[in-house]
C-alpha cells in the first residue's frame, strides 16, 4: 500500500527478493497539468502495471466493495509506505499483520511530513522506522529502525531520496524477519513523541526576524518543495537555496543588499541569508544570477 515515488523502491526489493506481490493499493487517478487535463497516475502504481500486479484504488477504504476484493487477495501481510490512515477492518485483516514504514526515528516526528520537520527543527539525524499498525496514527509497537546522519546542508529533496533507499532495505529486512517468525517488537515511549504535522503555505513563510540557523533550515527543510516563501516588491518569492553569513553586526532584520546582479543577501537578527536559487511568483526556477539578471530589486528592505 503506498502512493508516491518514495514507496517504489520498498515494492521493486519486495518483488526482487522473492516475494509474492498479491495486490497493490494506491490513491485514484487525478486530472493534473496544463488545465488539469492529464490524467496522472501514481509512481507506485505506474510501477504494478509494468510489472503486471494487480491494482486496487479505492476512494473509500471502509467501503464493502473495496473491503471485499482486498479480503479475496488473502495476503499473508500487508506493507504501508506513504499511503492514507487505514481503519481497522483493513490493517487488521492479514493473519501476520500491517506494518508500516515511517521516514523518522519512532516516536520522533510523528505525522505527516517528518522528513521536511527534521531539517526544520535542525535535527543531526533521523532514520526509518518499520512498526506494527495500530489505532492511533504512528503509535505501533517498532520492529526495526536505521539511523542516518543529516549533512549540514543537506535539504529535504536530497534527504528524502537517501531516506528512500534506506527505508526499501527497512521494509525487506521486515518482511523477511516476519517469514522467519523472529519478530521482536518493542513498544514506543510516548513521552519522546513529537509531531511532524501536515505542512500548509503557512508554516512556509520566513520569519526575517529570527536567527540565520532557523531561516537556513526553514529554507532546506522545504527545498524543493514546497519552498520557503517571502513577500518581495509585493509578490511571493520563494528561497529554495541559500547559505549563511555570519560576522557582520545586524541591527535590523529583513534589510536587503544585492548589486542587482551577481548576489542578494537578506538580514536576520544576527546574520545574513545569501540567496542561490528562488522561484519568483509566475518565474520558473533559476539561480540568483539569472534571476537578478531579468529582475531588478526596487526594494531595500522586506
Not at 497539468?33 to 505506474?46: A, F, H
Not at 501481510?77 to 501476520?96: C, D, S, Y
Not at 512556509?204 to 540557523?213: A, E, L, P
Not at 542561490?276 to 530589486?297: H, R
Request: some cysteine; overall charge positive.
Amino acid at each position: 500500500m503506498g502512493t508516491p515515488e518514495f514507496a517504489v523502491p520498498s515494492l521493486d526489493i519486495l518483488i526482487k527478493n522473492g516475494y509474492n506481490i498479491v495486490g497493490v493499493i494506491t490513491s485514484v487517478d487525478k486530472y493534473g497539468g496544463r488545465g488539469m487535463k492529464k490524467l496522472i497516475e501514481s509512481p507506485v502504481k505506474k510501477y504494478a502495471v509494468r510489472h503486471n500486479i494487480k491494482v486496487l484504488q479505492p476512494k473509500n477504504l471502509k467501503s464493502p466493495e473495496f473491503v471485499e476484493e482486498l479480503q479475496s487477495l488473502k495476503a499473508d501481510l500487508q506493507i504501508v509506505v506513504a499511503f492514507r490512515m487505514l481503519p481497522e477492518i483493513v490493517w487488521n485483516m492479514p493473519p501476520l499483520g500491517t506494518y508500516n514504514l515511517h521516514s523518522s526515528l519512532l516516536p520522533k516526528y510523528r505525522g505527516a511530513a517528518p522528513i521536511n520537520w527534521a531539517i526544520i527543527k535542525g535535527e543531526k539525524e533521523t532514520g526509518v522506522t518499520s512498526f506494527k499498525l495500530q489505532h492511533a496514527i504512528d503509535t505501533g509497537d517498532i520492529l526495526f529502525q536505521e539511523k542516518i546522519s543529516i549533512g549540514e546542508d543537506e535539504t529535504a529533496g536530497e534527504l528524502h531520496d537517501r531516506l528512500m533507499v534506506l527505508g526499501a532495505e527497512v521494509v525487506l529486512k521486515t518482511a523477511n524477519a516476519i517469514k522467519q517468525g523472529n519478530v521482536k517488537l518493542y513498544s514506543q515511549n510516548d513521552i519522546e513523541a513529537t509531531k511532524a504535522p501536515k505542512i500548509f503555505t503557512e508554516d512556509c513563510q520566513i520569519n526575517w526576524d529570527d536567527t540565520s540557523d532557523n531561516v537556513y533550515n526553514l529554507i532546506k527543510g522545504l527545498s524543493p518543495y514546497p519552498g520557503a516563501w517571502t513577500i518581495l516588491d509585493e509578490k511571493n518569492f520563494k528561497i529554495l537555496k541559500a547559505r549563511k553569513e555570519f560576522g557582520q553586526e545586524m541591527t535590523d532584520a529583513g534589510n536587503i543588499f544585492t548589486d542587482n546582479k551577481k548576489y542578494l543577501k537578506i538580514s536576520t537578527n544576527d546574520g545574513l541569508i545569501n540567496i542561490l536559487e528562488v522561484k519568483m511568483q509566475g518565474k520558473k526556477k533559476m539561480d540568483i544570477k539569472s534571476f537578478l539578471n531579468g529582475y531588478k530589486i526596487e526594494s531595500n528592505k522586506l
